[in-house]
């Protein structure tokens, strides 16, 4: 008799994954949404009168559990690499040229161009056709296990059915969970009637889903995803476009705009073709991928850095609009930096409605002559960060004023300064709110101690009720349980949680303290860099300006910030506190690696189209050599990228040693450090 349940459950789970994949794989629904309902519940009941029949990859494991979620860490098995970005045509032709070039002579090159859609990245594991694992992308070596979560998603199979696809069984695939606009917007719409805070885009509405710890609110969520890249031994296929098939044919997802090109004109056909239709598809994309075809040139090419030199981004220009700038206001930073802000008639732009944009500083608005009443045109750097790029001056009124710089603090009205040779004013109330609340949230901020709980919210609540009036005030909070557990949204788990996450606070090393207290100029790689030659709290505070200038990368602008800061009355005093709470305040002196570019110098001229400027520089001086801006008789080497100019020729006339930018790489992979 337990057979025949048995049989009767796998033939409703097979006919549920058959109503799915119509659905929300090939969007050609089968049956209707009661009937689908009803097969559901069929088969609940079931697997509750025969538990032991439950599976993994039944379709009631979609909906979800109240279990939270931990996220583990998970290593990748494969880096999920990042991908170098271009952004015209020129660029594009010259990524085709490198790849020829590193194969053989005169190879055929074909590429995959696949729609850059903008999500979050996922690799997902299957086992014996089961989904056994699924992480996010993390920093590309390891990420965070959202198996459960990921699960909900419906246009994920569970499994596949091995007895078909014999050849493959245990892979790993590699996606984009997205959210689709029309179902971003009905979220949003239902959020409103609620009276709960709107979702700012969809990319930021699907890693906020993809992170909840209650698998049953993922399940909520409109997520969708696309399926791009096959890894496995089994396969046996030669190319990214068999792969594809491959992954369509076990019942994945994958776009349908993907097309096999025959050479690098075919690929900027379909870019262009796409920038200008971006907006009828049903999602967002700000780009597109290119991919060498052939795995075996894939191979041959390999990868430089955190990049595979096989594929590459093409970033579409972003979008703009125009709308009304209805005032400009002035944000407080931790330091008293004024930041002004535009408050604009919203506008919907690239997936999110914008109400408001940064103006950076004063300068920028005398350059562009920003005003109150201007109609702007605004415009999504990278289609993220919204920004007024210009006025449109035709549709300025008569009566436009010229902005002014305030002359006191918007918020506690504190007269305000601004330093010479600085672009930035400052309001100069050491106790000014805005500059606490920023403060206290650096100091708890993933970068320094990394508080969990003491976020933006809790933080402004805090310090209007007075609880905490400097960041000391936090290794504090464990006596005032009782009183926190009052406020709203808190709790006892929420407390205890908090008052655990400040405790642990105490085990972060000397360079997260250091980066914490905010000094002026002194950012993470600073801090770690002065704290591995600096490692007490005692020989910072008494060092001297040429001491601290001694250090690798820090200068006169980082020392005399420190001096100052150390000088300052109130700062010791909260130096000292942060000691008595039992803070790190040591590190252990770290010997500088010695490599065969020890003491050497390098110049990089010209476009570095492989590895940017900044991590060619990072590069070189963690490998022990310098970079210096200009080419003398004693720079060793000239790295020459794309379009380099008079440095190159100032290089071969002093017969410095000149790399290219491939040389230069292979340097550096020569160097075991």
């Known amino acids: 008799m337990s057979d025949l349940f048995k049989k009767k459950i796998e033939t409703l789970r097979e006919k549920v994954k058959k109503y799915n994949h119509a659905y929300y794989v090939l969007s050609d629904p089968i049956i209707s949404d009661e009937e689908f309902d009803k097969l559901l519940k069929e088969i609940e009941e079931l697997e509750k009168q025969h538990p032991e029949f439950i599976t993994s990859d039944s379709p009631t494991k979609r909906v979800g559990s109240d279990i939270s979620n931990i996220f583990n860490s998970v290593e990748h098995s494969i880096p999920m690499l990042s991908l170098a970005n271009t952004y015209n045509s020129q660029e594009l032709l010259d990524f085709d ?220 220009k972003a979008k703009q609009t125009k709308t009304k700038l209805r005032e400009i206001t002035w944000q407080v930073g931790r330091t008293g930096a004024l930041t002004p802000v535009a408050e604009l008639e919203p506008v919907f732009l690239a997936g999110s409605t914008i109400s408001r944009a940064t103006l950076h500083n004063i300068e920028e608005i005398q350059r562009k002559d920003i005003r109150e009443g201007d109609t702007v045109l605004i415009e999504k750097g990278g289609d993220v960060i919204p920004k007024v790029s210009l006025v449109v001056l035709e549709e300025r009124d008569k009566d436009s004023v010229e902005t002014k710089i305030p002359e006191n603090c918007p918020i506690c009205n504190s007269k305000l300064f601004q330093p010479e040779s600085e672009v930035n004013i400052y309001c100069e109330n050491f106790y000014c709110d805005a500059q606490v609340k920023g403060r206290l949230e650096h100091f708890a901020g993933r970068n320094a101690l990394d508080i969990e709980g003491l976020g933006t919210a809790l933080v402004e609540i805090l310090v209007d009720l007075k609880v905490l009036s400097d960041v000391s005030d936090i290794y504090t909070l464990h006596k005032k349980r009782d009183d926190l557990i009052t406020i709203e949204r808190m709790g006892e788990k929420s407390v205890d949680n908090l008052i655990k996450a400040i405790e642990q606070s105490k085990e972060k090393p000397f360079h997260k303290v250091l980066f914490g207290l905010g000094i002026r100029y002194v950012g993470a790689g600073a801090a ?146």
């Open 97 to 316: 040229r490198r790849c020829r070039e590193g194969l053989s002579a005169n190879s055929k090159v074909e590429y995959t161009a696949e729609l850059k859609i903008d999500g979050v990245s996922i690799s997902i594991n299957y086992k014996n056709g089961l989904l056994v694992e699924a992480a996010t992308r993390g920093d590309g070596v390891s990420g965070e296990d959202v198996t459960n979560n990921i699960r909900t998603i419906k246009s994920i199979p569970l499994s596949i059915n091995i007895s078909q696809n014999s050849e493959i069984k245990d892979f790993y695939v590699r996606g984009e969970i997205f959210m689709p606009i029309a179902g971003f917007n009905r979220m949003n719409e239902l959020r409103k009637l609620n009276d709960e805070k709107l979702f700012a885009n969809p990319r930021n509405s699907t890693a906020g889903s993809i992170k909840l710890l209650d698998s049953r609110e993922v399940a909520k969520r409109p997520l969708d995803v696309f399926i791009y890249s096959l890894i496995s031994s089994e396969s046996g296929n030669t190319s990214q476009w068999k792969n594809l098939q491959l992954l369509k044919d076990l019942g994945f997802k994958i776009n349908p705009f993907t097309k096999l090109c025959k050479n690098i004109g075919e690929v900027l056909e379909f870019c262009k073709y796409w920038e200008s239709k971006r907006d009828e598809l049903p999602y967002e994309i700000d780009g597109v991928v290119v991919k060498v075809n052939s795995i075996d040139q894939q191979n041959g090419l390999g990868n430089i850095a955190k990049s595979p030199r096989w594929a590459v981004a093409y970033k579409f």
């Open 528 to 673: 770690q860099k002065i704290t591995q030659s600096l490692n007490t709290i005692e020989k910072l505070r008494t060092a001297s300006a040429e001491r601290i200038e001694e250090i690798k990368e820090i200068g006169p602008s980082i020392s005399n910030s420190i001096i100052r800061f150390f000088k300052d009355d109130k700062n010791k005093a909260l130096v000292e506190r942060l000691e008595k709470a039992g803070l790190n305040f040591e590190s252990e002196i770290v010997e500088a690696v010695t490599t065969k570019l020890s003491g050497k110098s390098f110049v990089l001229t010209g476009t570095l189209s492989l590895m940017g400027r900044n991590e060619a520089k990072s590069k070189i001086e963690n490998c022990g050599g310098k970079v210096v801006s200009s080419v003398s008789a004693k720079t060793d080497y000239v790295v020459a990228g794309e379009k380099a100019g008079s440095k190159l020729e100032k290089a071969q006339k002093l017969e410095v040693e000149i790399l290219s930018e491939t040389e230069f790489i292979e340097l550096l992979e020569s160097i075991n450090v």
